[in-house]
């Protein structure tokens, strides 16, 4: 069982459509981060959140936006997105301030765009 | 641009020890590697992590060089479950972490 939780597992939507992921960790990690991974390819790192603040953006296009409204929730809120977004997005945390801790990640949501 | 590199793919007979390599030329000061493998469809899962010394726990063995350039995950006896590709990863300042090209792996019976 993974300890962070991401809906849905699976989203199909068109390229007019608004749509959100959503990650949630009950561990009290107060990083959070999101991935993008295409098909046989490393996860790449898109944003990173320390305590509830926007620390990294890795310059993803705008019409990815993250959200993190409290310490245990990770948005991700997708508009006008294109075919090739289709990918499989992770969602991962960490304690940001114990040095050398690793990270957890969910099972991911595997975005598909019409 | 700071690039972790491994091998695309390697083969192990089950039972025997895999050793898979990593390349991470410009990791400097106090930036941990850590090495994770993931299955088809699930997210990464943790297997270890170092700095300078070698590591050891109930999955693997994680040996680093003197350099600090290059790194070898070991799993001693290998599983047909321990099919999967394995990505080494730097952290870089802060909370950046940055995924190697990764090993896919398959045993072998």
């Known amino acids: 069982d993974t300890e962070v939780t991401q809906t849905p597992k699976h989203l199909v939507m068109g390229m007019t459509n608004k749509k959100s992921l959503k990650c949630e960790q009950h561990?009290?990690?107060?990083?959070m981060y999101w991935y993008k991974q295409k098909a046989k390819k490393p996860p790449e790192l898109m944003f990173v959140?320390?305590?509830?603040?926007?620390?990294i953006n890795e310059s993803v296009p705008s019409r990815f936006s993250p959200e993190c409204p409290n310490s245990s929730l990770l948005n991700l809120h997708l508009h006008a997105l294109q075919p090739e977004d289709s990918a499989l997005y992770l969602c991962?945390?960490?304690?940001?301030?114990?040095?050398?801790?690793?990270?957890?990640f969910g099972d991911g949501t595997r975005l598909s765009i019409l | 641009d700071a690039k972790t590199t491994q091998p695309t793919s390697m083969d192990c007979a089950e039972g025997r020890a895999a050793n898979l390599p990593c390349n991470h030329s410009t990791i400097s000061g106090n930036e941990y590697v850590y090495w994770y493998r993931q299955i088809h469809s699930q997210g990464p899962q943790y297997i270890i992590h170092g700095l300078k010394n070698n590591e050891t726990n109930e999955m693997a063995s994680l040996i680093i060089t003197e350099d600090r350039k290059s790194s070898t995950l070991i799993l001693p006896h290998a599983t047909l479950r321990d099919t999967a590709v394995y990505y080494c990863?730097?952290?870089?300042?802060?909370?950046?972490?940055?995924f190697g090209t990764g090993t896919s792996l398959t045993v072998i019976p």
């Open positions: 991962a945390s960490s304690p940001p301030t114990v040095v050398g801790q690793p990270q957890h």
């Open positions: 990863i730097v952290r870089y300042t802060g909370n950046q972490f940055y």
């Open positions: 959140y320390s305590y509830e603040k926007l620390s």
């Open positions: 561990m009290g990690h107060r990083a």
